[in-house]
């Protein structure tokens, strides 16, 4: 059932559709905010997994053709998921996940800020041959020692799981056939990218007296050569974010090989969550933290750790802007999540897994009990998406 919010106030007027059965009114008048923006074309979709965030909450698609709006596409530009379907039968690993885990462990690195020792894999190599470095590092648009530390990341941290919900994961389907699945995005070049040009977008509507109803709405006209240098910077760290999991995959499937060998990849599925693409009328549709659902599009929708994640393809609904959510929404802050769960229900709630029990406390942010239940959320999208598979972790491995 679609909610629909009617918004007007001294700003302007806006809509928002909402397919969230479960959602505070933090998030709702978040979305009725930014449905008023100037540069919203249409209503504001507001997906099953929506929670509040900087800009539109997370779980928003929405359509803009006067101006682009850097907090729409959210601070990790890229960010999504890939999957890959294997031959593998789940006993074939048994006995084997502990060093599948160490493994994993040790080709892709994971953390705050962290990269691979050596300077950079050869994957980053190609990729920087291939695509350069972001506009906006040539443009003056930043200073010389951001760029500095800009470029100093982009290599090293390329094929890098990073931290918080990002993770890696051996999952089985119910015919017991194995699943390798990860979450990442476009690291720290993506999110100084964003931060940089959200700064920039601030001031620029300032110095202009483009009325804001908040900061958070700040945005670049389109045909400015502020907002020319955003998109090509924005379209830069997609196709890092894209490729860089595409080689983290390279290394998971490795990483499963050191244990057991003589199998194949069926299929692989690599969708953003976080970016923005020009639409055949011109405009631009931006999904953050959600997917891209048009009809046969094949997609991903994982749960929290200890739940399951399906595997989906896309009804095209219209009225969604063909979107669909990007996972299971968090209902608790991480702040809130730290002070108030249980250690101990955690680890029984990862009961016959194997992850990184030992860093059970630092990771308490991320429990299930953070998130909303991913049954309901996918309840929530029946005229989105159908379900093509239905995964459970084995194995978990997540950033620290």
């Known amino acids: 059932m679609i909610e629909e919010i009617v918004t007007e106030n001294d700003h302007g007027a806006g809509v928002v559709k909402s397919w969230a059965s479960i959602i505070d009114d933090n998030t709702r008048e978040q979305a009725a905010l930014i449905s008023r923006s100037s ?8 997906m099953p997994d929506a929670h509040f965030g900087y800009g539109p909450p997370v779980g928003t698609a929405l359509r803009t053709r006067e101006g682009v709006m850097p907090y729409a596409v959210g601070v990790d530009i890229g960010c999504g998921m890939i999957a890959a379907e294997t031959t593998l039968k789940r006993e074939q690993l048994i006995g084997h996940e502990g060093a599948v885990l160490e493994a994993i462990r040790e080709l892709i690195p994971s953390g705050v800020g962290r990269g691979h020792d050596r300077l950079s894999l050869n994957a980053a190599d190609v990729f920087v041959e291939e695509h350069g470095f972001p506009k906006g590092l040539e443009s003056g648009a930043f200073d010389a020692g951001r760029v500095k530390q800009m470029r100093r990341k982009i290599k090293p941290q390329f094929g890098t799981l990073g931290a918080g919900n990002h993770f890696v994961e ?54 400015s050569a502020e907002a020319d240098i ?8 997609q196709q890092y974010a894209f490729k860089q999991r595409e080689a983290m995959m390279d290394n998971l499937i490795v990483a499963v090989e050191m244990s057991v060998d003589n199998w194949d990849i069926v299929e692989r599925i690599n969708c953003h969550h976080n970016y923005a693409e020009l639409q055949d009328d011109g405009a631009w549709l931006t999904r953050k933290g959600a997917i891209d659902a ?43 999540a730290r002070r108030t769960l249980d250690e101990d229900e955690f680890r029984v709630q990862m009961e016959g897994r194997t992850w990184l029990d030992r860093d059970a406390g630092k990771l308490l942010d991320e429990a299930p009990s953070a998130y909303k239940p991913i049954e309901q959320v996918m309840k929530d999208s029946e005229d989105l998406v159908e379900t093509v598979a239905v995964l459970s972790q084995f194995i978990n491995y997540k950033g620290l």
């Open 230 to 237: 955003y998109l090509r910077d924005m379209v830069w760290a």
């Open 39 to 46: 540069i919203v074309e249409g209503h504001l979709a507001l």
């Open 294 to 336: 048009s009809e046969g599009v094949p997609g991903i929708i994982p749960g929290s750790m200890g739940a399951a994640t399906y595997i989906v393809r896309g009804k095209g609904n219209e009225e969604a802007y063909r979107t669909s959510p990007h996972g299971a929404g968090r209902v608790l802050s991480r702040n809130a």
């Open 170 to 223: 051996v999952c089985e389907n119910d015919e017991g056939i194995v699943w390798l699945l990860l979450h990442s995005g476009s690291r720290g070049i993506g999110n100084m990218l964003a931060t940089g040009h959200q700064k920039r977008a601030q001031a620029f509507c300032g110095e202009r007296k483009l009325p804001l109803e908040h900061q958070d709405m700040a945005y670049f006209p389109m045909g």
